[in-house]
């Protein structure tokens, strides 16, 4: 095996992409050498490009990346559990050495599951990110979630019986998985706004009920009371524009709380009684980290029991040199309903 590999960096703050060689990682303890076969694009990714300060990072270039699968090479110390030729699906993070832009990455064992038959490279890189975000909102305690009880086990499933949620932009990534999480946590009605040309696949994922996405404020509550007596006490705004945020804040009841995927905008008014928390979708936090041990230690159950499904996919041509005009279309809001997905091995 080469000792050096292709890998696309941001060469520096609002700077462009680049694809140039760099030395592969060395496998440490508790950690696994993968050769990436899948990887996500997020659009936190166009973000920092084009923001810069909207997630500082302190080291350019820099290689992003953040959902990944592949096949795992060599084991580090202290691992248990995986061997060489394991089909692998992980979270990376913001380290050169950690992140998916490239053909080989370092994946932390233990938040690393195994990827079940059914299930694809491409499908399982549609997963790491928006399912950490979804499951962080829901079930990390407070301050940085809602601190509902996880459903990863049969026993702790339906323990939110009864309890109605909303979800801005229910046929996002994010939304997806939050459907599918609140169906195992017993939620009912499960409320999602999107295009309504989404409407009986997110209800095949767990929707009770899919309102459009371009409804009015006051008509969405309208339509929100008609389906519920019960107060609103949990939303998840997972588009997070200044607009759904706003939207969202003005429905949930007072006593609620509304998790948005990106800052709280400023002009939102706080109303005392009524929270607003950005959630992260990172399990590397301290305070996250445990919970996803958790959700990695029966994920590939829940995916081959199809009580979690992966996101619809698109496959982008030429590996990593397809990932720029991607991220384009994310920026321009020209993707919906699929994760676009590229090859590393397949790049030229």
């Known amino acids: 095996m080469s000792q050096t590999q292709k890998a696309l960096f941001l060469e520096s703050e609002f700077g462009d992409f680049k694809l140039r060689e760099r030395n592969l990682p060395v496998v440490t303890s508790g950690h696994l050498l993968v050769r990436i076969e899948a990887v996500g694009l997020n659009p936190i990714d166009w973000k920092i490009q084009t923001y810069g300060t909207y997630l500082p990072l302190e080291n350019y270039p820099a290689i992003f990346g953040l959902d990944i699968s592949g096949v795992v090479v060599d084991v580090g110390e202290d691992v248990s559990g995986f061997a060489a030729g394991d089909r692998v699906v992980f979270q990376g993070i913001w380290d050169n050495d950690k ?18 038959a059914n299930i694809s490279f491409d499908e399982a890189a549609s997963i790491p990110v928006a399912l950490a975000s979804a499951a962080s909102g829901l079930y990390l305690p407070a301050p940085h979630g809602a601190g509902r009880v996880a459903p990863f086990q049969d026993s702790t499933r339906g323990k939110d019986a009864n309890s109605p949620l909303v979800i801005f932009g229910g046929a996002t990534s994010v939304g997806q998985y939050i459907i599918q999480l609140a169906k195992l946590s017993g939620f009912s009605p499960i409320i999602a706004t999107a295009s309504l040309k989404h409407d009986a696949y997110l209800k095949s994922l767990g929707a009770t009920h899919v309102l459009d996405r371009n409804l009015p404020t006051t008509d969405l509550a309208a339509e929100v009371a008609a389906i519920t007596p019960e107060p609103i006490k949990l939303i998840f705004d997972a588009i997070s524009r200044p607009e759904t945020q706003q939207s969202a804040y003005s429905l949930v009841a007072d006593g609620g709380h509304v998790f948005v995927t990106l800052p709280p905008v400023k002009e939102i008014q706080p109303v005392e009684g009524k929270g607003i928390t950005r959630v992260f979708g990172q399990f590397t936090f301290p305070h996250s980290r445990e919970l ?6 029966k994920l590939a159950q829940l995916l081959e029991e199809g009580l979690i499904k992966p996101n619809r996919v698109e496959v982008l041509p030429d590996g990593l040199n397809g990932v720029v005009a991607g991220l384009e279309r994310l920026k321009s809001d020209q993707v919906s309903g699929v994760k676009l997905i590229a090859h590393p091995q397949q790049t030229a």
Not at 102 to 111: K, V
Not at 292 to 297: A, C, E, H, I
């Open 99 to 116: 992140a998916g832009y490239q053909h080989y990455t370092l994946a932390d064992a233990a938040i690393t599951a195994k990827i079940p």
């Open 292 to 297: 996803g041990v958790q959700l990695y230690g």
